[in-house]
């Protein structure tokens, strides 16, 4: 039985990157169905509010801590998590265990002219056997579940999702016994940075938990109000439940 911690009501995985690949590389050999999600400051806020997005997250099998401000939030209510799974590095971890395991991945979600590129990209590396096909994010609520039957025909041993929160968590969580892939995971905007379209931060950036800061200077227009409104609730939430322990714990003593 792993270990699971709570943040803001949300349960997080106590797993290394290590670790959690092992689980997916077990489920994949095993043909047992698992579904993983990541999650960063901005959609534990919005879990807050957005009971569908609450549901389809703690439904989850793996749920690993994509931010930086996650794993230290989790320090300072003392509940000590790892490292950071990053759902991009994660997903560039599968892709090189699908090539060495010879698994087949499916690839929803993007632009087209994004997506294509995504498999292109991994093609010239990896070899065209790793791929079960792709298509765009973009579609109609009726087309749901052509898109489910699409996927599970194509026999993929790994489907990423890159659509925004909280419609791929939603569409995971309602298609996933019929989809019959192994493995689930939403990669969010990884797809935009595989294809180039997205520049990631410095590793220095990433290490002290400034990567949506380097995000944030590529597009400040559109991103601003984001960063403000979910930064600043998520350090309200966090210390709200600081209190709320240490509190705990003085009238237990």
Same mark, same amino acid.
């Given at each position: ?30 043909? *047992? ?5 990541? !999650?960063?400051?901005? *959609? ?7 009971? /569908? ?17 996650? !794993?230290?939030?989790?320090? &300072?209510? +003392? *509940?000590? &998590? @790892?490292?950071?799974?990053? $759902? !991009? ?10 090539? /060495? ?23 010239? !590396? ?32 790994? &489907? ?15 298609? *996933? ?10 990669? $969010? +905007? ?11 931060? @410095? ?5 002290? +938990? ?8 590529? /597009? ?34």
């Amino acid at each position: 039985m792993r270990k699971r911690i709570t943040i803001m009501n949300s349960p997080v995985d106590v797993l290394t990157m290590r670790e959690t690949i092992d689980i997916i590389d077990d489920s994949i050999r095993e043909k *047992k169905s698992i579904q993983h999600i990541v !999650v960063n400051a901005a *959609k534990l806020v919005h879990m807050q509010e957005d009971e /569908e997005l609450y549901q389809s997250v703690v439904d989850s099998d793996i749920i690993n801590a994509d931010g930086m401000a996650v !794993v230290w939030a989790a320090s &300072l209510l +003392g *509940k000590p &998590l @790892p490292e950071r799974v990053a $759902g !991009v590095d994660l997903m560039q971890e599968l892709v090189i265990l699908a090539s /060495e395991k010879k698994y087949k991945i499916f690839f929803f979600g993007g632009k087209e002219e994004v997506v294509a590129e995504v498999v292109r990209k991994y093609t010239s !590396v990896f070899g065209k056997d790793i791929i079960a096909g792709y298509r765009n994010g973009y579609f109609k609520k009726e087309q749901e579940a052509n898109i489910a039957v699409q996927i599970a025909e194509s026999k993929a041993d790994i &489907l990423f999702v890159a659509i925004s929160s909280p419609i791929k968590e939603i569409f995971l969580n309602t298609y *996933k016994d019929q989809l019959k892939v192994p493995f689930i995971m939403g990669v $969010g +905007g990884s797809f935009d940075v595989v294809a180039g379209k997205v520049k990631r931060a @410095p590793e220095w950036m990433q290490k002290v +938990g400034l990567e949506w800061f380097y995000r944030f200077l590529q /597009e400040p227009g559109r991103m601003w109000k984001r960063y403000l409104v979910t930064n600043s609730l998520f350090i309200y939430y966090v210390l709200r439940e600081r209190v709320k322990t240490i509190f705990s714990k003085q009238l237990r003593e």
